[in-house]
Structures are given as C-alpha cells and as structure tokens.
C-alpha cells in the first residue's frame, strides 16, 4: 500500500511485492501436515530459526552423517501450469531421499525451500503438503523450511522448490560401490513409478512444441497425459532399509538426470561392466510414446530416462532368490536385470 506523508509517498514492503501475512497463512496451514512427519529424534518445533535433531548414537558404533542435495528441475513448470501443487513435493523428497540410500544411509530429517513470485498461502501450503507425504514415506522428519517471495526474479504464479535431507549410517556399513562391486555379482532392480524428476526439458519440448499435445489427452492407461507426468518419484527408502537389515549389498544406484549410461558407473569399480537386459524391467507406457513422438534414438532414451530403472541393487549371487523372496514377502517388485562382467566401469545393454 502506498499513503502520503507530507510530500512524499511512503512505501511498505507489500507495495514492493511481498504479502507478509500470507507467509503468516502459510505457517499456520502446513502444520498439520509438518506434525505428521515427526520421529523421536525431533527436539524443535515449527517457527524457530533452526530445525533440531537428535541422533540416537547407541544404534552406531560410529556414526556418518550422509547429505544430498536436490530439485525437481522442470517438472515443476508442468504441476504450476496443471495447477496441481501437493504431489511436487514428493519428487523433492525422493530426489534427495533416493541418492543418500545409496551409501546405505538411513534418512534423519528433511529441509525444503520454496521461492515464488507472489505467495498464496493456500498454493504454497499444498506443496508442503506433498513434501510432508514424501518425509513420511521415507520416514524422514520434515524440521524445517522456507518460502521467500521473490517479485521481479520470478513471474507471478511461478515457483520453485527445492530441499536436503540429511540420514545416517555406520561407517563399517557404509556402501561403496567402487570399491566393492566385482564381477559375478547380480544386478537387481527397483521399478520406477514413471519418468521420476528427470527429463522434462525434453519432455516438454516434445509435447508442447514439436507434437503441440494438450495436458488433458487420454492415454490407453486411463490417465491423461498431464496424470501421467505428474505421477511422483517412488520413495525407496523402505525397501533399502528392509534389505539392508537381512542381506549384504556392494553397491546402490539411483538413476537420475543421465540415465543408465551417466549413472550407473558411478556405482562401478574398475575393470567391470554393467550388463544390463533392457527388457526385463516391465516398461511404462509413456517411455514408448515419447520415443515415438520425438522419434528419439534408444541410445538417447537410455542416456536421458530411467526407462523404468529405479534403482540398481548390486548383490552376491548367492542372495538373489532369498532377495526376492524378502520382497515377494512384503508385496514390493524387484528384478534381476543383469550382471557385473569384466569392462572398464559403463553400462551394456542387451
């Protein structure tokens, strides 16, 4: 609002742009769903300055904090122009959840930064709402955030999101891939829900400037095309804990931006291959269509999507068929999808 004081017209920080007592809504509204995502090691509460955790170090003879760090990269652009803002959140968490399992950490607590052009406590409150869901999938306490509504770098109704959790391991557990995956072992995978957080610069161009589809198209799955895309990240954490209590692991991949090609090797130790058998993860609908509608060579398709490869589990031999009976036992899918073979650390696809 801008009044009159003698001569001049003096401003406030709401002319400027920012709605303080939006940012006040917002608090009020997310904390029901940041209570939810509380553990026993949560020692602050919302509104501090600072989120507070407590780590339990009788459970470690030596304990590692391990951090990632992430995005959700221009996925976000298709949740604002579908106006549906409380799944985002989950990718976020997944994003940064998925990459610290794979030293074997266990996720502690989550920290998520929002920055918008124009704060409607409602909107930003929905995708807190999202990253709350995906710390109670990954067991993760949500102890802390921001919003900062920043008029002049970002348009009106455009966002950003982005966050970092912070878990915990043994340094004896740590998981090493470089240095302990060798040929012979098994390779086994976790699907993927979709294309994941990756991707969507091509994705985007493909649908809107080279095919010029429409968000609402019906796919043969039932969902449209803006549902397809939208769908989020899975959240591995569950799964990798159950795992880890029963049976030992060499390495942990987590495919991302690159694909197979760019992530797999950073899980490989020298002088051996990834032999990977593209067929034998059930495939998702979407992945065939955007090759198809941008006529994108496989290689491509490989280097940039996860293809339906979630995760890369990189075990003995030996443990295989009790790896699938521990997941047959819970109802979560896994695959055995190839080998370690003798190479120079990159991917082969059969």
């Known amino acids: 609002?801008?009044?009159?004081?003698?001569?001049?017209m003096a401003l406030t920080y709401e002319s400027a742009g920012v709605n303080k007592n939006e940012g006040y809504n917002e608090v009020n509204l997310i904390k029901k769903f940041i209570k939810k995502t509380y553990t026993d090691g949560v020692l602050s509460d919302l509104g501090g300055f600072s989120g507070l955790f407590e780590l339990n170090k009788d459970k470690f003879e030596c304990p590692v904090l391990v951090s990632g760090t992430d995005g959700v990269g221009t996925k976000v652009k298709l949740a604002q122009m579908l106006d549906v803002h409380n799944t985002i959140g989950i990718d976020c968490v997944a994003m940064c959840v998925n990459d610290i399992l794979c030293q074997g950490a266990k996720p502690l607590f989550f920290l998520d930064?929002?920055?918008?052009?124009?704060?409607v406590s409602e909107k930003m409150a929905s995708i807190v709402e999202g990253v709350a869901e995906g710390c109670v999938r990954a067991g993760a306490a949500l102890i802390g955030g921001e919003t900062a509504e920043m008029p002049g770098i970002y348009k009106l109704n455009d966002y950003d999101l982005a966050g970092f959790c912070v878990g915990v391991v043994d340094k004896k557990k740590i998981i090493d891939g470089k240095k302990t995956v060798k040929k012979g072992n098994a390779i086994l995978a976790l699907p993927s829900s979709g294309l994941h957080s990756n991707g969507?610069?091509?994705?985007?161009?493909?649908?809107?400037?080279?095919?010029?589809?429409?968000?609402?198209?019906?796919l043969d799955s039932g969902k449209t095309l803006g549902e397809e895309l939208l769908t989020p990240t899975n959240i591995y954490a569950k799964q990798i804990g159950r795992l880890l209590e029963k049976f030992n692991v060499n390495g942990i991949c987590h495919i991302t931006g690159g694909g197979l090609y760019e992530n797999v090797p950073r899980a490989l130790s020298e002088n051996t291959d990834a032999r990977i058998y593209k067929d034998a993860?059930?495939?998702k609908e979407i992945f065939s269509l955007l090759q198809e509608w941008g006529g994108i060579e496989t290689d491509e398709m490989y280097g940039t999507f996860n293809m339906g490869f979630g995760m890369l589990i990189f075990v003995e031999k030996e443990d295989v068929e009790g790896i699938k009976k521990l997941f047959e036992k819970s109802g979560d899918e896994i695959y055995e999808v190839g080998e370690v073979i003798e190479g120079s650390s990159k991917v082969v696809l059969c």
């Open 200 to 218: 969507f610069s091509l994705v985007r161009k493909i649908i809107f400037e080279h095919k010029k589809f429409s968000l609402d198209m019906k």
């Open 1 to 8: 609002m801008i009044y009159k004081q003698g001569e001049f």
């Open 113 to 119: 930064y929002i920055a918008c052009g124009k704060l």
């Open 281 to 283: 993860v059930p495939k």
